[in-house]
């Protein structure tokens, strides 16, 4: 290394006396929340989709929140994106006969390149389940492409990267100001709205894809080395049907039983976490299924106490899903 003055004069830590992160070189940490909502919301508010019936109106999307942050971090001119966003809305759509208006909410998660979107009913008629259902398989493929022109642009700098047809409020800019062009969302009464794909109160249904053999996928809940690897933690894994099981990640330290263990396909367990009551245990059911060369990991986990489905959807989907993507490198870790 060269003396204090003696350095090629490009480096810009030549003559600063403790050489931390000068210029922001090193890491540097930006906020786009804002202007992930307006993304979102700008291109989500713009999609139609045609009717299942000749009488009916094309259904449109509405937005009505995005929670959750995004935040690009530079590390020596490298940028990682990290987001976590929740989207809910409406979809609706119009009889052109009746002049009566049906749709229900829609909502998906954003934190991986793959989100699942959930569309509900304002009501069950056959009429209306037949729009929904159009609009679902319409809209789905539209909203996953959004989103993964979200992370691509988001991955490229954002707001401050000029992306070509990428809106890009300056910082200053509030949210209110970001999202002051866009039309008004139209009038819907959601009083009754149900969200009929989403699960009981006492369960939780969640699924990645991951980029690996189903027995490689298997392994990880059931070979100790490749348990701790990802909790890292003690983990107790491994046994046939009957066989006691336990392991630590994140909040939850969880233990059980195994009630089945097919490899490579299906490993059903009971599961209680150490905090619950000693009475109280649900049961997870893990399947592995093939998904254009990837790995579709499902897991329906169900009898959950009152009041603990947000904790334990977001342990699997944190605590587990995240993790071993990250881990073993089977997808992609922008969100991490």
């Not at 679902?136 to 492409?145: L, S």
């Not at 980029?211 to 100790?224: E, G, I, L, P, W």
């Not at 080395?225 to 046939?240: D, K, L, M, S």
């Amino acid at each position: 290394m060269a003396k204090v003055g003696e350095g090629d004069p490009r480096w810009v830590v030549a003559d600063r006396a403790d050489g931390k992160n000068v210029n922001a070189w090193h890491w540097s940490e930006r906020d786009v929340s804002t202007w992930a909502r307006a993304f979102l919301t700008s291109r989500l508010s713009a999609l139609t989709f045609p009717a299942a019936a000749a009488d009916v109106d094309p259904s449109t999307l509405t937005v009505d929140k995005v929670e959750g942050d995004a935040h690009l971090y530079n590390r020596k001119g490298t940028l990682k994106p990290v987001y976590d966003l929740k989207v809910t809305g409406k979809w609706t759509t119009s009889h052109a006969t009746l002049g009566d208006r049906s749709g229900g909410a829609y909502k998906f998660e954003l934190f991986d390149d793959d989100p699942e979107v959930t569309f509900g009913l304002d009501s069950t008629t056959a009429a209306v389940v037949a729009e929904r259902d159009a609009a679902r398989a319409a809209a789905a493929p539209a909203v996953v492409a959004i989103c993964r022109a979200f992370i691509t642009a988001l991955g490229a700098g954002a707001d401050v990267a000029g992306v070509a047809g990428t809106p890009a409020p300056a910082a200053a800019v509030s949210e209110a100001s970001a999202l002051a062009a866009l039309p008004p969302p139209p009038a819907f009464d959601d009083a009754a709205a149900v969200d009929l794909a989403a699960p009981p109160p006492d369960a939780v249904t969640a699924s990645v894809a991951l980029a690996a053999r189903r027995a490689d996928v298997y392994a990880a809940f059931t070979d100790v080395p490749r348990a701790r690897a990802w909790t890292q933690r003690a983990a107790v894994v491994g046994g046939g049907v009957g066989a006691p099981w336990s392991m630590e990640a994140g909040p939850f330290s969880v233990s059980g039983t195994v009630v089945e263990a097919v490899p490579g396909v299906a490993l059903t367990l009971t599961w209680r976490s150490a905090a619950w009551p000693p009475e109280q245990e649900s049961r997870v059911a893990l399947t592995m299924a093939d998904e254009e060369g990837k790995t579709r990991l499902t897991v329906a986990h169900t009898q959950i106490p009152p009041g603990q489905r947000g904790a334990v959807e977001a342990w699997w989907r944190g605590e587990v899903f995240r993790r071993i993507k990250v881990v073993f490198g089977w997808g992609d870790a922008n969100f991490l």
